[in-house]
Protein backbone atom coordinates (compact mmCIF):
# COMPACT_ATOMS: atom_id res chain seq x y z
CA UNK A 1 0.00 0.00 0.00
CA UNK A 2 1.39 2.78 -0.96
CA UNK A 3 0.86 6.77 -1.73
CA UNK A 4 3.14 8.89 -3.96
CA UNK A 5 3.06 12.26 -4.38
CA UNK A 6 4.27 14.40 -7.20
CA UNK A 7 3.90 17.89 -8.60
CA UNK A 8 5.57 20.05 -6.03
CA UNK A 9 7.79 22.78 -7.37
CA UNK A 10 8.84 26.67 -6.97
CA UNK A 11 6.06 28.99 -7.93
CA UNK A 12 5.67 33.20 -8.31
CA UNK A 13 2.59 34.34 -6.25
CA UNK A 14 -0.11 34.02 -8.42
CA UNK A 15 0.85 31.33 -9.77
CA UNK A 16 -0.71 27.60 -10.18
CA UNK A 17 0.42 23.92 -9.72
CA UNK A 18 -1.39 20.77 -9.67
CA UNK A 19 -0.23 18.29 -7.36
CA UNK A 20 -0.61 14.50 -7.71
CA UNK A 21 -1.21 11.50 -5.23
CA UNK A 22 -0.98 8.17 -6.91
CA UNK A 23 -1.87 5.02 -5.05
CA UNK A 24 -0.77 1.69 -5.37
CA UNK A 25 -2.21 -1.61 -3.32
CA UNK A 26 -5.62 -0.46 -3.10
CA UNK A 27 -8.34 1.37 -4.55
CA UNK A 28 -8.05 5.26 -4.24
CA UNK A 29 -12.07 5.49 -4.71
CA UNK A 30 -12.79 3.27 -1.95
CA UNK A 31 -11.64 5.74 0.89
CA UNK A 32 -11.85 9.46 1.75
CA UNK A 33 -8.85 11.54 0.47
CA UNK A 34 -7.44 13.86 1.92
CA UNK A 35 -4.67 16.61 1.61
CA UNK A 36 -3.01 18.38 4.11
CA UNK A 37 0.15 20.60 4.37
CA UNK A 38 2.74 21.28 7.30
CA UNK A 39 4.53 24.93 6.68
CA UNK A 40 8.23 25.26 8.92
CA UNK A 41 7.20 25.74 12.56
CA UNK A 42 3.28 25.31 12.30
CA UNK A 43 0.95 22.07 12.75
CA UNK A 44 -0.39 20.01 9.93
CA UNK A 45 -3.41 21.52 8.61
CA UNK A 46 -6.27 19.96 6.63
CA UNK A 47 -6.44 21.38 3.29
CA UNK A 48 -9.21 19.62 1.17
CA UNK A 49 -11.14 16.08 1.98
CA UNK A 50 -12.92 14.20 -0.30
CA UNK A 51 -16.13 11.67 1.01
CA UNK A 52 -16.26 8.37 -0.33
CA UNK A 53 -19.37 8.31 0.54
CA UNK A 54 -21.09 11.14 -1.73
CA UNK A 55 -17.95 12.25 -3.38
CA UNK A 56 -18.21 15.85 -1.98
CA UNK A 57 -15.39 17.70 -1.36
CA UNK A 58 -14.73 20.01 1.41
CA UNK A 59 -11.81 22.71 1.57
CA UNK A 60 -10.77 24.86 5.03
CA UNK A 61 -11.87 28.55 4.07
CA UNK A 62 -8.23 29.89 3.25
CA UNK A 63 -8.21 28.22 -0.13
CA UNK A 64 -11.85 27.81 -1.34
CA UNK A 65 -11.96 29.49 -4.51
CA UNK A 66 -8.52 28.65 -5.52
CA UNK A 67 -7.85 24.84 -5.47
CA UNK A 68 -9.52 22.33 -7.17
CA UNK A 69 -9.68 18.38 -6.26
CA UNK A 70 -9.96 16.10 -9.01
CA UNK A 71 -9.25 12.03 -9.55
CA UNK A 72 -8.62 9.74 -12.22
CA UNK A 73 -9.96 6.18 -11.36
CA UNK A 74 -8.49 5.03 -14.46
CA UNK A 75 -5.26 5.83 -12.95
CA UNK A 76 -5.90 5.14 -9.26
CA UNK A 77 -5.04 9.14 -8.67
CA UNK A 78 -5.87 12.25 -6.92
CA UNK A 79 -4.84 15.47 -7.83
CA UNK A 80 -5.39 19.09 -6.36
CA UNK A 81 -5.46 22.06 -8.58
CA UNK A 82 -4.02 25.40 -6.75
CA UNK A 83 -4.18 28.45 -8.13
CA UNK A 84 -3.62 31.99 -7.04
CA UNK A 85 -1.45 30.49 -5.07
CA UNK A 86 0.01 32.85 -2.11
CA UNK A 87 3.44 33.15 0.08
CA UNK A 88 0.75 31.91 2.77
CA UNK A 89 0.66 28.18 0.93
CA UNK A 90 4.13 27.67 1.41
CA UNK A 91 4.22 24.02 2.65
CA UNK A 92 5.03 20.64 2.18
CA UNK A 93 2.16 19.03 1.30
CA UNK A 94 0.41 15.36 1.82
CA UNK A 95 -2.13 13.09 0.54
CA UNK A 96 -3.33 10.68 3.34
CA UNK A 97 -6.69 8.16 2.76
CA UNK A 98 -8.82 7.45 5.85
CA UNK A 99 -12.40 5.91 6.06
CA UNK A 100 -14.02 9.18 6.11
CA UNK A 101 -13.10 12.75 6.06
CA UNK A 102 -11.97 14.28 9.77
CA UNK A 103 -10.49 17.27 10.71
CA UNK A 104 -7.74 14.86 12.14
CA UNK A 105 -4.73 13.88 10.59
CA UNK A 106 -4.21 10.96 12.76
CA UNK A 107 -7.92 9.58 11.61
CA UNK A 108 -6.22 8.94 8.22
CA UNK A 109 -4.58 5.55 7.71
CA UNK A 110 -2.02 5.82 4.69
CA UNK A 111 -0.16 8.98 3.83
CA UNK A 112 2.27 9.92 0.95
CA UNK A 113 6.08 11.23 1.33
CA UNK A 114 4.82 14.90 1.08
CA UNK A 115 5.84 17.53 -1.82
CA UNK A 116 7.70 20.75 -1.37
CA UNK A 117 5.26 23.69 -2.63
CA UNK A 118 7.33 27.18 -2.19
CA UNK A 119 5.55 30.30 -3.51
CA UNK A 120 8.15 32.98 -3.84
CA UNK A 121 9.10 35.99 -6.08
Known amino acids: VQLVESGGGLVQPGGSLRLSCAASGFTLDYYAIGWFRQAPGKEREGVSC????????YYVDSVKGRFTFSRDNTKNTAYLQMNSLKAEDTAVYYC???????????????WGQGTQVTVSS
Open 50 to 57: TSSSNGST
Open 96 to 110: ATGQACSDYADEYNY
